[in-house]
Structures are given as structure tokens and as C-alpha cells.
């Protein structure tokens, strides 16, 4: 493998979480992230955003789920079908996404790899209040 250089992120293996907010353990263990920029823990520490490399494990099924902060989604690879609110649409490769604050938004994988896609959230205006409230799961049926 080729020797990196000062300029790349030297750790970019994702990573499950051992736990999130009232995400069940089958949905945390079909779930990697690997934070970029962000808050503490994250290679690049900036307050007001959080990008992050994101990967669903074929079948997956991410339930409604809703957060104050809003959302960019870049699909990277992978297929999904989504219902953002009352939308539904399929994202793959190529696909940009935004979420507004507190919009329902629900994916399920259906390609027989993982979906992969880099997720930028931000504190609008510099309100960082958005970031006390993790994402939730809206109802049991994941
Ligand atoms: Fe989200």
C-alpha cells in the first residue's frame, strides 16, 4: 500500500458504535461510522460540523429516525430505497441528499453490497444547540 502522506486522514476504518441513542443493538451491528470532522473524538475538531463515513450493511432496514441538526447525505456506493418525510426515492452511487432539522428520514438497503455514503451535518448559523439532541429512532418497527 502506498505510503500516506501529512495531507490524508490517517484513520479512516469504520467502526461500529457500541451504542447510540435508542438505536437497537441489531441496527448499531449492521452500522459503521467513522468520524471526520467533528467534536472531540474526530481527527479534524470543529465545532459547528460533523462529516462522517457511513456504511449499512446489505438488508438493513435504518427506520424513521429525526435529528435537529440538518443533513447531506453523498451516496458513495450501494442502493437504497429512502423516504425522507413523504418523499421516496432510490439512492445510489452519485446521489446528494439534504434533510432539513427534524425531518423523518428512513432508508432501506437493497443491494447486495453495503451502502456507503459520506454524511455532513452542521450547526446552522452556528447554532450548536442542534447537536444536544441525538438522532432518534421514531418508532420500533427496524
Ligand atoms: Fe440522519
Redesign the pocket.
Known sequence: MQEKGKYFIKNYDLAHMSSYSNYPQSLLDSMRVKGLIGSGGNEIRDPDINISAFALDPGTHYAA???PFP?V?IFLGGVAECEWDDEKFVAEAGTVTH?PPNVS?AMRVISSESLRSI?I?WAPKGDRSVWKTP?VLLSNSH
Request: charged residues 10%.
Open positions: 429516525h429525526a435529528h443533513e447525505y434533510c428520514h454524511i451535518s438522532s
